[in-house]
């Protein structure tokens, strides 16, 4: 058996426009829910939801039936949780909180085995179909997806530097860490925050690295998307279901008559 080609990995590469969703409600069932959507690439949150290492794998096995490809967004920048989440299966790794082109080179170490890096060698592990992917040792580097968040000021000043450490795949802005950086909490799409992240980005953009971001307005993700990013996730599985809840229930309290 040989180590699958990471779809998402070669389109973003290939500069192809990938839309994703964001999963955070940390259970099989709902991330088999919003997998069978269709979207090119799916976030299974570990970083702001309540999943562990386990849930974290329910998820990607659910996931696993359908063409999306699951990133794990690891909850810090650490290599004994990033090994554990390559181990059980994930295609990629968004690192969150970068600040630094030697924080981003220790994120890529954590991804590649000696003596590359410094992820420690397991055998039968559901990443390599338990020992059955006989390619695995040598294609996993290349197939193993390796995205960078950025959320200061300060990251977005050295976004180039950052984006030049060999395994750095692309560079995600993390609007809502950057806006509460500008004192701006709880307002990630004000016109200030994004003056601050495009400059940077289409520099990024003119570099040829692929650049992607979180936001919940589609009509401004399609923007994004115009203007030059690769890869945007376009909403979250809480936020779908808390909105269609809402609206569901104003409807019904709209239409029922007081008795």
């Known amino acids: 058996m040989k180590t699958p080609p990471n779809a998402f990995l070669a389109a973003i590469g290939a500069g192809r426009k990938q839309i994703g969703l964001w999963v955070s409600l940390a259970h099989h069932y709902a991330a088999e829910v919003v997998a069978g959507a269709g979207y090119d690439w799916l976030v299974v949150d570990m970083e702001h939801a309540p999943g562990d290492v386990l849930t974290t794998l329910g998820q990607l096995q659910a996931i ?9 967004r690891t909850p810090w920048n650490d290599p004994v949780m990033v090994k554990r989440l390559l181990d059980i299966g994930a295609r990629g790794i968004l690192f969150p909180m970068v600040q630094s082109a030697e924080e981003a080179a220790q994120a890529v170490a954590a991804t590649r085995y000696p003596p590359h890096g410094v992820r420690g060698v397991a055998g039968a592990i559901r990443g ?3 020992g059955r992917m006989t390619d695995y040792y040598a294609r996993v580097d290349t197939e193993t997806c390796v995205l960078i968040q950025l959320e200061t000021q300060s990251a977005i000043d050295q976004a180039a530097h950052i984006a030049s450490v060999n395994g750095v795949d692309g560079i995600f802005f993390g609007p809502a ?3 509460a950086d500008m004192g701006l909490i709880g307002q990630p799409m004000h016109a200030d925050v994004w003056a601050r992240i495009m400059p940077a980005a289409r520099k990024l953009m003119d570099l040829g690295v692929p650049v992607g ?3 919940t307005d589609p ?5 994004l998307f115009n203007d030059g990013f690769t890869f945007v996730a376009c909403g979250t599985d809480t936020g779908l279901l808390a909105k269609a809840a809402d609206t569901l229930l104003a409807q019904m309290r709209q239409t029922t008559k007081e008795t």
């Open 213 to 215: 971001t979180l936001v």
């Open 219 to 223: 009509g401004f993700a399609a923007k």
């Open 64 to 72: 696993a039936s359908y063409p999306s490809t699951a990133i794990v």
């Open 128 to 130: 390599n179909r338990f």
């Open 177 to 179: 860490d950057i806006a």
